[in-house]
């Protein structure tokens, strides 16, 4: 089998992009799942397009490794798709007008339709704003609420497990998000066990932040969503919107709100590695309408294709 692909990153965050139409009806999880794999293109997420009829407009299956179905929403995976519409001939393939500056882009995702708002300079996407509405209601479906695990406050966002690196220390004082030695991943993995029987999530999905930014960030977070696999994310869209939801419900935005009441911008650090924080932004803007977020959307500030090329399965 020869597929063609885009490979792109969002912060560390990797990303691979695959056709439907060149994949056998039947084996689009499985093909995509052994693409991610460390003998073939490596990747955190694949995401798989199809042609709609509709200009402007691209159904999409995302799949992960460490889930065995797709997943219903991916933020790195809109951000690369955006920069690889202009820079690669994606844009092309799939009917997209390269002339518009912005590009208005809507994608069929399985949380709900989402657009992308990207800013064209030079012949690159230099800014893709991810409109995030469809999951903010899904999170919201799930629950955005505090939990009680192992004498740790924590919250759930949606799928997400949301943990407060301060509080996490008092627990586990010999905890470590840089090294991530014996004692935080043990008890990390047991939280992230807990969670999953509490709420009945069947996906992997975890932030750690805290408020000691070390660039220009209001916060700094990092994505440990399957360390049993050492599988972290540096960066992540869909964990950065949960992240500040949570960071809403718990009141520690209170005093970030707009003078107007009704918007609230987060700028968080992540990227480069698996440590907590790292040199890059996503920033998360949420419209407030009383104690919840009726929409959220976000963009990040490094975003790169780093390869084209034709993959080979057996």
């Not at 969002?10 to 499985?30: D, F, K, S, T, V």
């Not at 999951?135 to 943990?163: H, P, T, W």
């Not at 509080?167 to 992230?192: C, G, H, I, M």
């Not at 990092?222 to 964990?239: A, K």
């Amino acid at each position: 089998m020869k597929l063609d692909f885009v490979r792109g990153h969002m912060g560390g965050n990797l990303i691979i992009l695959l056709r439907g139409e060149q994949i056998p009806a039947g084996c689009e999880l499985e093909t995509a799942v052994k693409l991610m794999g460390p003998n073939y293109l490596y990747g955190h997420e694949a995401g798989i397009l199809y042609q709609t009829g509709r200009p402007g407009r691209i159904a999409v299956k995302i799949a992960e490794p460490t889930v065995p179905c797709f997943i219903n929403a991916c933020g790195g995976f809109t951000q690369v798709l955006g920069a690889a519409l202009i820079e690669t001939g994606l844009g092309k393939l799939f009917g997209i007008d390269g002339t518009a500056n912005p590009l208005e882009v809507i994608l069929e995702i399985d949380s709900g339709l989402t657009s992308l708002h990207i800013e064209i300079a030079a012949g690159k996407a230099r800014r893709i704003k991810t409109d995030m509405s469809g999951f903010v209601a899904d999170c919201y479906n799930r629950g955005v609420r505090l939990l009680r695990l192992r004498n740790l406050e924590v919250m759930q966002s949606g799928k997400f497990l949301i943990i407060n690196a301060d509080k996490f220390r008092k627990v586990y004082p010999d905890s470590d998000f840089y090294s991530w030695n014996s004692v935080t991943r043990e008890a990390v993995t047991a939280l992230q066990d807990d969670f999953m029987t509490e709420t009945g999530e069947k996906e992997p999905n975890v932030a750690v932040y805290d408020w000691y930014p070390e660039h220009e960030g209001n916060m700094r977070v990092i994505f440990p969503h399957y360390v049993r696999d050492n599988f972290f994310e540096p960066s992540c869209g869909t964990g950065s919107v949960a992240l500040a939801l949570a960071a809403f419900a718990a009141g520690e935005l209170n005093h970030r709100l707009a003078d107007d009441g009704e918007t609230v911008t987060l700028e968080i650090e992540s990227g480069g590695g698996i440590e907590l924080g790292g040199p890059d932004l996503t920033a998360v803007e949420m419209q407030i309408e009383g104690d919840t977020a009726r929409a959220a959307s976000f963009s990040h500030s490094r975003v790169e294709i780093t390869s084209t090329g034709e993959a080979r399965l057996p």
